[in-house]
């Protein structure tokens, strides 16, 4: 393993969002943060070396969708990473919404539960039809899109939401509890369900600083 992947990794979420950011990617001075998230020192100290100093760019793999009714597609999201000279962090700035290590595009997630639950429900692989663009393999036409019952257990933490009492956060049966509760944190909603849940699953901007290892992002 090399030296570098063992350092402290921070992710730190810019107020834009993906959209914005990928049209226009803001400099590594304008998405600096103002202090590491590690050691608190200032990120670029008047008079003095600046001490978050840029790190590169790398490309994060995304794939789904940018708005309810689009069609999926596959692209990747560029974040910039920084160094920090004094506890050797390494700081990652990425945009409103994306997810650490998913590759999915929020309103792809978002949208993949609604379907699987509400209404009538579709089958998953029917499901993975309408927000993917990998073409359904035959085991999982047989089986199931594994992926839907995994975010149904993780989006509770992703996006900081409190877990109902019953037990039942996970599986299908605490989706449209979970969408209720992404929704009511949506700025400026519509009323309509998926499209707040939507909505606020783009405008995610963390729930404190993420600590994590790099990595691929998974399904």
Known sequence: MKAESQSKVRIVY???????????????????????????????????????????????PQTGLDVVDG?????????????????????????????????????????????????????????????????????EASRGWPSLWRWARQAWDWWGLRRPSSGYSTGQGGVETLLQRLAARARDGTGELVASAVKAAAQFNGHGVWETQEAVPTS
Not at 14 to 37: E, I, M, N
Not at 85 to 114: D, K, N, S
């Open 71 to 139: 069609e999926p597609f596959d692209d990747e999201v560029p974040v910039r990473r920084y160094r920090c000279l004094l506890c050797r962090a390494v700081v990652v700035v990425m945009p409103a919404g994306l997810l650490p290590r998913l590759r999915y595009r929020p309103v792809a997630v978002v949208l993949a539960l609604a379907l699987w639950v509400l209404g009538p429900g579709l089958a998953s692989a029917a499901v993975r039809r309408r927000v993917s663009s990998t073409r359904t393999v035959a085991h």
């Open 14 to 60: 810019s107020s834009l969002d993906v959209k914005s950011w990928v049209l226009s990617l803001p400099s590594a001075a304008t998405a600096r943060p103002a202090a590491c998230p590690c050691c608190q020192a200032a990120g670029a100290p008047v008079g003095e070396r600046v001490t978050l100093q840029g790190h590169g760019l790398r490309y994060r």
